[in-house]
């Protein structure tokens, strides 16, 4: 039987081929210049898509990485304000699993009307809030229990927190900052926030694992 994580790929593999379809349309070998909201080096890796000498894919994070691919750099950022770069500045905004960490709705109005800007085209993905296991602690119908049971399953039963690379500190404020941190977003609430853009769904076992706004002119 499949792990979750195995499943999460299949469906990443599956999502991404549908971004090169959408890709395809506008490239006709021309320069791309791409911003990956919260992504890494490894996730293209993953994808098999690190030597297109005509894209270039500026990975933006709160953090900078090393990077050991000529086409690829890393700047600091934040994705509710992109006031570094001008209106139509990417040819693509690329996101995966990040809108829903920013704490509140409003935060997210804020990355999605940044997106929208300095983009004109655009791929961000999300969880889905309805999907019966959620996403970042595999905890089935975690997103719809009260927030101290979130926090007191974040601190006594879940085995790792979401942030793989970090190793866990079970203190009652650090629970509660991983338990604030993530807003899973609705399809209704996505389509608010990208109203031009159409949705793509990952099924699993016919529930919708996660949503992807896209828009490509």
């Given amino acids: 039987m499949l792990s979750y994580n195995a ?15 959408l890709l395809s349309k506008i490239e006709s070998g021309h320069s791309i210049k791409i911003l990956d909201i919260g992504g890494t080096v490894e996730y293209w890796k993953s994808m098999n898509f690190t030597d297109r000498k005509n894209i270039h894919i500026i990975l933006l994070n709160l953090k900078e990485s090393s990077i050991d691919l000529p086409n690829f750099t890393s700047v600091i950022g934040d994705a509710t304000n992109l006031q570094g770069y001008s209106h139509n500045e990417f040819d693509i905004v690329y ?11 409003d935060n997210q109005k804020l990355m999605a009307d940044e997106v929208r800007r300095v983009g004109k085209n655009y791929f961000i993905q ?16 975690f997103q719809h229990l009260p927030f101290k049971v979130r926090v007191f399953i974040d601190m006594h039963f ?18 509660v900052l991983r338990v604030s941190e993530v807003k899973l977003l609705s399809e209704k609430e996505m389509k608010s926030l990208f109203p031009e853009g159409k949705v793509y769904r990952e099924k699993y ?6 949503i992807s706004m896209y828009y490509f002119s």
């Fill in 7 to 21: 499943i999460g790929q299949r469906c990443r593999e599956k999502r991404f081929n549908f971004f090169l379809k």
């Fill in 95 to 105: 996101s995966n699993s990040i809108i829903e960490h920013l704490f509140s709705f």
């Fill in 126 to 141: 999300t969880p889905n809030y309805f999907f019966p296991i959620e996403a970042h602690w595999k905890f089935p119908f």
């Fill in 158 to 175: 879940y085995p790792a927190n979401y942030l793989v690379y970090v190793k866990p500190i079970r203190t009652y404020e650090s629970a």
């Fill in 205 to 210: 076992l016919g529930f919708t694992k996660s």
